[in-house]
């Protein structure tokens, strides 16, 4: 790619940004992201990006909205100022569990969020771990789709766990659990739940024997933390000895991270696309960095490399 590379970042999450440009042995782009006194997002490029390969780097955690925002702003900014290519970079992207109607009358956020970006700026999409791999296709521009399996994986592999069952805690998970288990080298339960309401979940029915095994259940996203509270109450019900957790995207709402210590859960490990509270940190909670994963893609997209050989 011609032009110089140079990589901006919201308010989401600074600390991944500022890990992922010591990675890339580069400062981030100088810009000024805040709010009118009448609570409008306010952008200002402080730096040149015309002809630019420019990165914009924002999760999208709550709140949500504002996070939203505040990267379609920082897109325009950058769309606007004459840079010759952007990539939007979403360690998280919200609204991905809304990518299908479950009944009459609802949108699909996913794709307006999709459509947004694109009119937004948007040449190219950098994401990791989407709610729904067919969240790609509602782009009509390159989406590259990075996994944290291999990260998750090589951390439960040294862990020299003996007798591991990994668990798909919904149907939806199959896939994930199922690389996630030829990854490690392990046996596969299925969890079927069912949403009786919104954010809340119940278990139906298991298939796969768990009895005096280690359980890793993996999951992409922890929200309000029941459907890791369920799982791990039934696997236990059910025989498994120890239950650890691998999950990508941290959110964390409505107390979850009590509700998993609540729950007897021995460890959860989580990586960095979302940062982890205040009080929300312990020995319970282990976070894994993505950052070097970022960096390397935002690299090789710009130097117009392969991205194949960060899936292994
Ligand atoms: C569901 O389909 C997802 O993969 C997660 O299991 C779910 O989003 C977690 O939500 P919660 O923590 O609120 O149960």
Known sequence: MDGRLQVFSGNA???????????????????????????????????????????VIQSMQAPVNENLMEMLIMLDAVRRSSA?????????????????????????????????????????ILTLDLHAPAIEGFFDIPVDH??????????????????VVVV?????????????????????AIIAKKR??????????????????????????ISTGG????????????GATTVYVGATHPLLADGAARKLREAGIARTIVTDTVPLREGERDSAIEVISVAPLLAEAIMRIHKGLSISALFS
């Open 146 to 163: 990075l996994r944290a399996a291999p990260l998750l994986a090589d951390y439960f592999h040294n862990q020299g766990l003996d007798n």
């Open 13 to 55: 999450n600074p600390v991944l940004a500022e890990e992922i440009m010591r990675f890339l042995g580069a400062p981030l782009g100088r810009a000024t992201i805040g709010r009118f006194k009448n609570g409008e997002t306010r952008v200002k490029l402080d730096e040149n990006v015309r002809g630019s390969d420019v990165f």
């Open 84 to 124: 010759s290519r952007i990539t939007a970079v979403i360690p998280y992207y919200g609204y991905a569990k809304q990518e299908k109607k479950t009944s009459g009358r609802e949108p699909i956020s996913a794709k307006l969020v999709a459509n947004l970006l694109v009119t937004a700026g948007a040449d190219r």
């Open 168 to 188: 798909s805690p919904d149907a939806g998970g199959v896939g994930r659990a199922e690389d996630f288990r030829i990854r490690i080298g392990a046996d596969l």
């Open 227 to 238: 459907t890791l509270v369920e799982a791990a109450s039934t696997l236990r019900e059910r």
């Open 196 to 221: 009786p309401a919104a954010d809340r979940t119940e278990v139906i029915e298991m298939v796969g024997d768990v009895a005096g095994k280690t359980a890793i259940i993996v999951d992409d996203m």
